[in-house]
């Protein structure tokens, strides 16, 4: 099992992830535009698939399916 990487990531975001994360998915962006935003925004490099499982731990997604990639889906 590997180490999560959202406790660092939540650090780095000053307690936030959780919000931002929210906040992108109910304005519809994919879980791929997420990822550029963390790079782009916060220097944060991680995967579409990570920040899908961050979603789905998180309540944010509810069903189980392949990461993102259009906005809105």
């Not at 780095?12 to 535009?33: I, Q, Y």
């Not at 991680?46 to 259009?70: A, F, M, N």
């Amino acid at each position: 099992m590997k180490t999560s990487t959202y406790p660092l990531t939540d650090r780095l975001l000053d307690g936030k992830l959780e919000e931002f994360l929210r906040s992108a998915r109910a304005a519809g962006e994919s879980h791929e535009t997420i990822t550029y935003r963390l790079r782009s925004e916060h220097d944060i490099k991680t995967s579409k698939s990570t920040v899908y499982r961050w979603c789905l731990d998180l309540g944010i997604d509810t069903s189980p399916s392949t990461p993102s990639t259009e906005a809105g889906a």
